[in-house]
């Protein structure tokens, strides 16, 4: 008793224990096309994820900014690839800017492959108070804005409420 409001299910619990808050907020979220020279002189560059696998809650504006609908701790989880990285970009910063901190996810330095490409992924844990908000950017430094952001491959953004 008490796992539904209004007829709407917010609580299972199954014969082996296992819970499902059918209501709990999560998120994930990808884009479709590349977008050219966004970064590599230091300029911060907040990611468009724009296409939404799933959205529970509707909390994710279906762009760039996720909004916690309660105070809680969150998982925030994202992805980059970035392409035409070049010898001369010394470093590669991935974060997500919530309204409390920005964590600095992934960094890496100047190594990257025969075709210039470079992956940056990470989790964290992070307090978010009603309304705060999420984004992720990605930043890359000593060079000139020659820097991409691959669409349909590599990259993403996600979250969920844990407690």
Do not use: W
Not at 111 to 127: E, R
Request: glycine letters at 12%; a negative charge.
């Amino acid at each position: 008793n008490g796992n539904t409001t209004n007829g709407t299910e917010r609580m299972r619990i199954d014969s082996a224990g296992n819970v499902t808050a059918a209501t709990n907020c999560s998120f994930a979220a990808t884009r479709a096309a590349q977008v050219t020279q966004v970064t590599g002189d230091g300029t911060a560059y907040t990611i468009v994820y724009n296409s939404e696998t799933f959205d529970k809650g509707s909390d994710y504006d279906g762009s760039t900014t996720f909004t916690a609908p309660v105070t809680g701790v969150y998982q925030l989880s994202g992805q980059v690839y970035l392409q035409d990285c070049t010898s001369s970009h010394t470093t590669r910063t991935l974060g997500i800017v919530t309204s409390n901190r920005t964590y600095n996810i992934a960094r890496e330095g100047s190594a990257s492959d025969a075709s210039n490409n470079v992956i940056l992924n990470g989790t964290v844990l992070a307090d978010m108070d009603a309304s705060d908000t999420a984004t992720l950017v990605v930043t890359v430094t000593s060079g000139t804005k020659t820097v991409d952001v691959a669409g349909g491959i590599g990259g993403g953004f996600q979250g969920r409420l844990v407690q």
